[in-house]
Every structure is written in structure tokens, then in C-alpha cells.
């Protein structure tokens, strides 16, 4: 069983950055990937950002890529997401997932366990 637990979302004006974190509990943590997926209100639950493993593979959504950056601790049980340059679109219900798999997936499905979110609002 892994539990995680986000934090590190809030309001913030356009251009402005923030850390999202999302601290895993489990022995499984560092020999899978994690993800990022974001909800935005009346939307479904889309892919951001994915990462193995290791750390050495990353995948991005095509509209966050080059702003956002997705990371990992291994030591630490923890992973990252630095949004750079965020902008109103951006703005939702950000949740860190877990898969059983080693590589990245950008498929919900993919991914077993899940965080309760943390809330990012960017205003224009």
C-alpha cells in the first residue's frame, strides 16, 4: 500500500512559480514512476508530467513542457513538480499518482495510488 500526501498549491498571479510536493509512504516508492495529472473544474483529470524510476525519463504534456519541471528524491520518498511561468489555464486540482510500472506512462490507468490533491489557482 503507498499513501501520498500533496502539498505546496495556492493562489499566484500569472508568471509566477510554485513547488508542488508530494511525499509517498511504501517501500515501493523508489522503483516506480510517478506522476503528475491535473483536474480542472468541469474537466477530466488530464496528464501533466510522468517520471521513472530513477529520474532519468521524464514525459510531459505538450502544454507544460519547457515551464514545468517534474523531479524526484528518492531518499527522501518524495517528487516534484516546479511550475514556472504558470499561466490561468493552469489552474486546478493537481494530483501526484503512483504506478506499479518502472517506466513513464502518461495513461491514467497506469496508476495505482493517488494523493487528494492540492489546489493551484493562478488569477490573471
Known amino acids: 500500500q503507498v499513501q501520498l500526501v500533496e502539498s505546496g498549491g495556492g493562489l499566484v498571479q500569472a508568471g509566477d512559480s510554485l513547488r508542488l510536493s508530494c511525499a509517498a509512504s511504501g517501500r515501493t516508492f523508489s522503483t516506480t514512476a510517478m506522476g503528475w495529472f491535473r483536474q480542472a473544474p468541469g474537466k477530466e483529470r488530464e496528464f501533466v508530467a510522468s517520471?521513472?524510476?530513477?529520474?532519468?525519463?521524464?514525459y510531459y504534456k505538450d502544454s507544460v513542457r519547457g515551464r514545468f519541471t517534474i523531479s524526484r528524491d528518492n531518499a527522501k520518498n518524495t517528487a516534484y513538480l516546479q511550475m514556472n511561468s504558470l499561466k490561468p489555464e493552469d489552474t486546478a486540482v493537481y494530483y501526484c499518482?503512483?504506478?506499479?510500472?518502472?517506466?513513464?506512462?502518461?495513461?491514467?490507468?497506469?496508476?495505482?495510488?493517488w494523493g487528494q490533491g492540492t489546489q493551484v489557482t493562478v488569477s490573471s
Open positions: 499518482a503512483s504506478t506499479l510500472r518502472m517506466l513513464t506512462s502518461t495513461f491514467r490507468n497506469d496508476y495505482k495510488y
Open positions: 517520471i521513472s524510476w530513477s529520474g532519468s525519463s521524464t
